[in-house]
């Protein structure tokens, strides 16, 4: 008898039911009456094409070597279009929640069907419908989450620390061998990109891409140059300069346009909305320049760097004495005081730019650093951020900055994307 039902299950569930034989796989029968032996579930498909590869199933009296085809609802067969692509005709057996209809494969053969639902544990059900049938105000399992044991949240953190260090240097090594393969160049690249925090991120990046590093070398270390070159591409000087500092900015600019050919750029552009005039784009574009007038080698300075405190107290540099009563361009300030780059805003840096860059420069030149910059992390206070915060109020808090970048790594791709069913706690949770 075909049944029809309304409660609709996402399909990785059911993937991950069938990987897992998470069901009682004993007393098994298609949708026909006939008796199903499972003796390899298949592997799971990333790609396009059926969901498992090279199971091996007996339908009856006989043993089948192929595919499985997992659906929410049978028709979705239809839906997907598999009756016209052959690619499907190697399916075995068709594998559904609720049966809905008769399916035949390309070739007008009638696929056999195990309705899923008949073998599933209540127990487990109602452990999925508590993650993932609730609206939540933050995460899935934000109600569960504080009495799961401290064994599995430290197995997942120590898990998610490794997912983002492989990550971010995954990037920076794409970036690499995609562009001028030159390391310097993409350090400077991702200092500014960090620099520009969350607010101005894109607009440093496009900054980054507009000025060509082979450039701004040239002038090293010269730092109103620097300066020039950097307020200027940013198109972030005053069209009528009045005071000394802008009036020789914008005259060096004009000589460096001219001197080096610039092209005109196309920059997104600088926010102030919504920051602490601390982190303003004028403030951190004066204090990247420092760092850069001041450390002769920059980056074998900071990624050859073995003490955590070098690179740093590296970082730590001052704007420009123009800045200490401004904040903006021709517009002082009451009162006076240096503007030097804070503990956390290096931290910030390091996190972002330094690390990733010196993993993947450890891991193309043969001398992987990974055992010292877990060091690092595990040295450094965690971030506090709303996530962080929201994270330590479900008894989840973050003790070292490894701890926080790994539950940021979480959040971002695995709550975020409700991806709880490849999750420790989320598989914890219900019971697997």
């Avoid at 602490?276 to 074998?300: D, G, M, N, V």
Wanted: charged share 25%.
């Amino acid at each position: 008898m075909i049944l029809i039902f309304h409660w609709k299950v996402r399909e990785d569930f059911l993937h991950f039911i069938w990987e897992r034989m998470a069901f009682n796989g004993h007393e098994l029968h298609t949708t026909n009456g006939v008796r199903i032996r499972i003796f390899r579930q298949g592997v799971l498909n990333h790609d396009a094409g059926p969901d498992f590869f090279d199971a091996r199933i007996e339908i009856g009296d006989q043993l089948w070597a192929g595919n499985i085809e997992i659906h929410d609802r049978s028709s979705d067969w239809l839906v997907h279009g598999h009756q016209h692509d052959s690619e499907y005709d190697n399916v075995i057996l068709h594998v559904v929640w609720q049966h809905n209809r008769e399916i035949y494969d390309s070739s007008g053969n009638m696929l056999p069907v195990l309705q899923l639902q008949d073998y599933v544990p209540e127990p487990l059900l109602k452990e999925y419908r508590e993650l993932f049938e609730r609206i939540p105000a933050f995460i899935n399992c934000e109600k569960l989450l504080p009495d799961v044991p401290s064994g599995v949240k430290n197995g997942l953190l120590e898990q998610m620390s490794e997912k983002r260090l492989a990550r971010k240097a995954g990037e920076v090594t794409k970036s690499f061998f995609s562009g001028d393969k030159d390391w310097e160049a993409l350090l400077f690249k991702r200092l500014l990109y960090a620099f520009g925090l969350k607010v101005n991120a894109e607009a440093f990046a496009s900054l980054g891409e507009n000025l060509n590093f082979r450039t701004f070398r040239k002038v090293l270390p010269d730092r109103r140059d620097m300066e020039a070159l950097l307020y200027g591409t940013a198109q972030m000087l005053p069209v009528n300069p009045k005071e000394d500092y802008t009036c020789e900015l914008s005259e060096r600019y004009a000589y460096l346009n001219r001197k080096f050919s610039l092209q005109r750029p196309v920059v997104i552009p600088v926010k102030y909305m919504r920051m602490r005039p601390e982190s303003f784009p004028t403030i951190r574009i004066s204090q990247f320049c420092a760092i850069y007038a001041c450390s002769h080698s920059l980056f074998f300075r900071l990624i050859e760097s073995r003490r955590l405190e070098d690179v740093t107290n590296t970082l730590q540099a001052a704007a420009s004495g123009y800045w200490n009563d401004h904040y903006v361009f021709e517009r002082k300030t009451e009162k006076s005081r240096e503007k030097r780059l804070s503990p956390m805003m290096a931290r910030v840096v390091v996190l972002n730019a330094v690390i990733p860059v010196m993993l993947a420069y450890g891991q193309y030149k043969g001398n992987g650093k990974e055992r010292m910059i877990k060091h690092w992390l595990n040295q450094m206070s965690p971030e506090s951020n709303s996530v962080i915060r929201r994270f330590a109020s479900l008894k989840m808090p973050a003790g070292t900055a490894a701890e926080s970048q790994a539950l940021l790594e979480l959040y971002n791709t695995g709550c975020r994307q409700q991806a709880c069913l490849q999750c420790k706690i989320g598989t914890h949770l219900i019971g697997l």
